[in-house]
């Protein structure tokens, strides 16, 4: 089925505020999940609706936080995101890095105790909608979903990272990807009978790559909501050895080095630790030259010959921005059972959901 996303905005910003966030929280909250719904990033959009509820409730996560400064050395700052909504502590955090960029050059934040900050790719973009270069190293604790290469028990989470760089036609180069080889929502899809997985995307007990969900769900009915903890294997690392590298880094730069915690056993709640360094693009030369150049050079990247004939190369960012263009016309995809639990959530609340199509 497919929802038109004004409405679903309007519908899912109504469900916070009944749950207890500020009208401008919620809006946030809405434009954010459905942002990332639009963008094709399914497993971090409005699906995610029932579980930040769920949260909220159980005061895992907190309603209109501010972000705290822990520590400000002028060009490293330490902030603590309180455990508020990523949506509100986010954006924050992320504001502050890029004014803090624009005044010294560079800024690198340590953001900890942030609630799910959703879509990285989002703050990247917000950085390079202010003409700035960013980095994002992002970890997960309380979520132990990865084997590290060469392991078969979990001992990592699907830690993204997202790079941004501004481009003068205002449509920026995004790269933004967890470093697991699917996210955990995807599994969940292919446990409900969706999409199947790739055959390497989880690692069993014995050490061999498989693409079974019950590896990471264990054999409960998929029509109960499955538990992770219930399964015996692991998602695995992107890339071998370098993903997996990648996603220590990730916890060692977003859960040490910010005081936020690595992932481990024994978290009451899953929060993100994110560092992030902000460069101001105009302190490396003219606007004008790096410009030039960076078209100069996409172009030339997206000239190599398709693999596939009439799939020509893409640029990181490009695949987010053609599903946006297309699902704000036809509407945000959702599955049915996805689309019921947000519906259930919301009678919950007292909420009547729009009707959606098909
Ligand atoms: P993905 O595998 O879809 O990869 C996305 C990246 O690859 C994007 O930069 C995209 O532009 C690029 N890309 C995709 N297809 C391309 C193509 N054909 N050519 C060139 N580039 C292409 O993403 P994912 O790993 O499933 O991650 C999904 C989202 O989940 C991300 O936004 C990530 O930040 C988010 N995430 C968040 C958390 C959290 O705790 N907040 C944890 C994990 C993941």
């Given at each position: 089925?497919?929802?038109?996303?004004?409405?679903?905005?309007?519908?899912?910003?109504?469900m916070?505020?009944?749950?207890?966030s500020?009208?401008?929280?919620?809006?946030?909250?809405?434009?954010?999940?459905?942002?990332?719904s639009?963008?094709?990033?399914?497993?971090?959009?409005?699906?995610?609706?029932?579980?930040?509820?769920?949260?909220?409730?159980?005061?895992?996560?907190?309603?209109?936080?501010?972000?705290?400064?822990?520590?400000d050395?002028?060009?490293?700052?330490?902030?603590?995101?309180n455990?508020?909504f990523g949506?509100?502590?986010?954006?924050?955090?992320?504001?502050?890095?890029?004014?803090?960029?624009?005044?010294?050059?560079?800024?690198?934040?340590?953001?900890?105790?942030?609630?799910?900050?959703?879509?990285?790719?989002?703050?990247?973009?917000?950085?390079?909608?202010?003409?700035?270069?960013?980095?994002?190293?992002?970890?997960?604790?309380?979520?132990?979903?990865?084997?590290?290469?060469?392991?078969?028990?979990?001992?990592?989470?699907?830690?993204?990272?997202?790079?941004?760089?501004?481009?003068?036609?205002g449509?920026?180069?995004?790269?933004?990807?967890?470093?697991?080889?699917?996210?955990?929502?995807?599994?969940?899809v292919?446990?409900?009978?969706?999409?199947?997985?790739?055959?390497?995307?989880?690692?069993?007990?014995?050490?061999?790559?498989?693409?079974?969900?019950?590896?990471?769900?264990?054999?409960?009915?998929?029509?109960v909501?499955?538990?992770?903890?219930?399964?015996?294997?692991?998602?695995?690392?992107?890339?071998?050895?370098?993903?997996?590298?990648?996603?220590?880094?990730?916890e060692?730069?977003?859960?040490?080095?910010t005081?936020?915690?690595?992932?481990?056993?024994?978290?009451?709640?899953?929060?993100?630790?994110?560092?992030?360094?902000?460069?101001?693009?105009?302190?490396?030369?003219?606007?004008?030259a790096?410009?030039?150049e960076?078209?100069?050079?996409?172009?030339?990247?997206?000239?190599?010959?398709?693999a596939?004939?009439?799939?020509?190369?893409?640029?990181?960012?490009?695949?987010?921005?053609?599903?946006?263009?297309?699902?704000?016309?036809?509407?945000?995809?959702?599955?049915?059972?996805?689309?019921?639990?947000?519906?259930?959530?919301?009678?919950?609340?007292?909420?009547?959901?729009?009707?959606?199509?098909?």
């Open positions: 089925m497919r929802i038109n996303a004004p409405e679903l905005t309007d519908f899912v910003e109504q916070f505020v009944a749950a207890g500020s009208a401008a929280e919620s809006r946030r909250i809405a434009e954010n999940l459905v942002d990332a639009l963008r094709g990033h399914d497993s971090h959009g409005i699906i995610r609706v029932p579980r930040y509820i769920s949260w909220l409730r159980d005061a895992k996560l907190l309603a209109d936080q501010e972000i705290s400064v822990v520590n050395t002028g060009s490293i700052v330490v902030l603590d995101g455990f508020g949506q509100t502590v986010g954006p924050q955090a992320v504001q502050f890095g890029i004014d803090r960029a624009a005044e010294t050059g560079v800024c690198v934040t340590g953001l900890r105790h942030a609630g799910h900050l959703g879509r990285i790719g989002a703050w990247a973009e917000m950085a390079a909608g202010a003409g700035q270069v960013s980095l994002h190293f992002v970890n997960v604790a309380g979520s132990v979903l990865v084997a590290p290469f060469g392991g078969v028990e979990r001992r990592m989470s699907t830690n993204p990272v997202a790079i941004g760089m501004p481009s003068p036609d449509n920026p180069v995004i790269l933004d990807f967890a470093t697991s080889v699917v996210a955990e929502g995807k599994v969940l292919a446990a409900k009978g969706g999409k199947p997985l790739p055959d390497d995307a989880l690692i069993g007990p014995d050490g061999r790559p498989s693409g079974d969900p019950r590896l990471l769900y264990g054999d409960n009915d998929p029509a909501t499955p538990d992770r903890k219930d399964g015996e294997g692991a998602l695995r690392a992107v890339g071998d050895h370098k993903g997996s590298g990648l996603a220590l880094m990730c060692l730069l977003a859960g040490a080095l005081g936020s915690g690595c992932t481990g056993p024994g978290y009451s709640r899953i929060y993100n630790g994110m560092l992030s360094i902000y460069m101001a693009a105009d302190r490396f030369g003219s606007d004008d790096i410009s030039s960076l078209s100069r050079y996409i172009s030339y990247f997206k000239s190599a010959r398709p596939t004939a009439g799939q020509n190369v893409l640029v990181p960012g490009e695949p987010e921005r053609n599903n946006r263009a297309e699902r704000l016309e036809a509407g945000v995809p959702l599955p049915d059972d996805a689309w019921d639990a947000i519906v259930d959530t919301a009678a919950g609340l007292g909420i009547q959901a729009p009707e959606a199509d098909g």
